[in-house]
Structures are given as C-alpha cells and as structure tokens.
C-alpha cells in the first residue's frame, strides 16, 4: 500500500534548517497496525502528516497506491488525502462550530457522497462508536473520550485505505484512552491498516510492530510480544 524510500524533509526558515527526516525507508502493506514511537521532535509528527499528505517530502520517494507523491502540488494531494486517509489527532480536531453530525459529514461532502448515503454513513458509524445520541450535539458538549469518539468517527466514515493516527490517546485518561485502544485493534482485526504515533508503550503493544525512530531516522522496527503470542496460539 505504501512504499517510502530514502525520505528526507527540511524545513526552511530565514535563519535556521531543520532537518526533520533525513532518510526514511518504510513499507506499509495492507492490514498493517504499525506504531512509531521516539522521543520528542524526532520526527513522528513530520512523517505521519507527510504519509497523510498534510505535508509534503523534499526529496525521496512515497508511493501511495503505486502513484508517486513527492512532487505533487497541493491540488492533487488534496484530492488524494480526501480519498484515502484518515487522520487521528491528539487535540482531535473537531470544528466547535459545527455539531457533531456536521462534524462527521465533512469528509462524506468533499468526496461529493449522495445526501441520503451520507445520512446512512452517519447513523453506521455513530452507532458502531457507540455516539449515536450525541449527533445533536457540539464538540464543547462532550468529554475528551466522546470527543476523540467523534474524531475516530470522521476519520472512518469515508472507508479510508489507511488510518493515521497521531498520539490519539495522549490527551485522555486511561480509561477513555483504552477504549480508543480497543476500538483501533478492533478496526484493525476487521482488516484495516492503521500508523499510529504513541508514546505510551502499553498502547504499542496492541499494534503488531513498533518502528523507533531518532534524530529524523529508523533505528530499530520489533515485533510486538503480543501479536507473536496471537500468532504462536493460532499455530
Ligand atoms: P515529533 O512529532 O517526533 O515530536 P516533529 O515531527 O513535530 O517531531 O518535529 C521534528 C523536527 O522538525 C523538530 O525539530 C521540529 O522543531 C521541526 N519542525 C516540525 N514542524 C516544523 C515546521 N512547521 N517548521 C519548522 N520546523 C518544524
Ligand atoms: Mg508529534
């Protein structure tokens, strides 16, 4: 599903380079549940918003879908983001101004989705995420775990080929953020695909293979005791 090959990325200010990535080689295939952990600035927030195009490589190369990424201009990443990726944030992202519904309609209406399908998606995913009575409602209104509910409900609705998510857990309690956990491996048992950034070494463990990353590279990639486990029992 994706190949990145020899990534770099530098950001440019008047003053200063920074070279965020310099050198990255992943391969993520279909089914994948990948987390990258690293300490603070090492470049897990720069790669991730590169895979999901929120950002764009300097050099190097990133297939998506076997289609060249690096060089595109905004219009066509925009275009390929909207159908393919979707995004988890640690501050979740929702727009306070719009309900909950509203919130969850955003990617269903830039991929110019039917109006009545798009009502059926809605009502899917808010059952499934178990926020069905909260459709009404604002972001303002719900706690953090019901927040991060709604976010994980906009960034499934469309049926994304990859789920990106960054730190989604880092700013709820341990329970909210178990429930965030169980809901990501359960997607992820149903067959999707899933990077995630954490920093939390229990959350990692629920994903199949952890990727370290220091000073803009990859140092290390381990499989997770876990999953060895899972797949020893199913031996
Ligand atoms: P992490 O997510 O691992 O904490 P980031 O990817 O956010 O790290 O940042 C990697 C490096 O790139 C840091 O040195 C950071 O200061 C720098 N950086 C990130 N975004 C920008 C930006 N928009 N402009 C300039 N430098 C940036
Ligand atoms: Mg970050």
Do not use: W
């Amino acid at each position: 599903m994706i190949t990145i090959q020899n990534l770099t990325k530098v950001f440019r200010t008047e003053e200063v380079e920074t070279a965020a990535l310099s050198g990255i080689n992943l391969e993520i295939k279909k089914g994948d549940f990948l987390t990258i952990m690293g300490p603070s600035g090492c470049g897990k927030s720069t790669l991730l918003n590169i895979i999901g195009l929120l950002d764009s490589g300097s050099d190097g190369s990133y297939k998506l879908l076997d289609q060249e990424m690096i060089g595109l201009k905004e219009k066509g990443r925009s275009r390929v983001r909207k159908e393919n990726i979707g995004f988890i944030f640690q501050n979740f992202n929702l727009i306070d101004e719009l309900s909950v519904y509203d919130n969850i309609e955003l990617p269903l209406l830039y991929n110019n989705v039917k109006a009545s399908e798009r009502k059926q998606k809605i009502e899917e995913i808010a059952e499934k995420l178990n926020i069905s009575h909260r459709l009404k409602h604002f972001p303002q209104q719900l706690s953090g775990g019901q927040q991060q509910r709604v976010a994980v409900a906009r960034a499934l609705v469309n049926d994304p080929k990859i789920i990106l998510a960054d730190e989604p857990t880092g700013n709820l309690d341990s329970k909210n953020g178990n429930e965030v956990m169980e809901l990501l491996t359960d997607l992820h048992a149903k067959g999707a695909t899933i990077l995630m950034v954490t920093h939390s070494d229990y959350d990692a463990s629920f994903s199949q293979k952890t990727i370290h990353m220091k000073d803009g590279v990859i140092f290390s990639e381990r499989f997770n005791q876990r999953n060895v486990d899972v797949f020893m029992d199913a031996k």
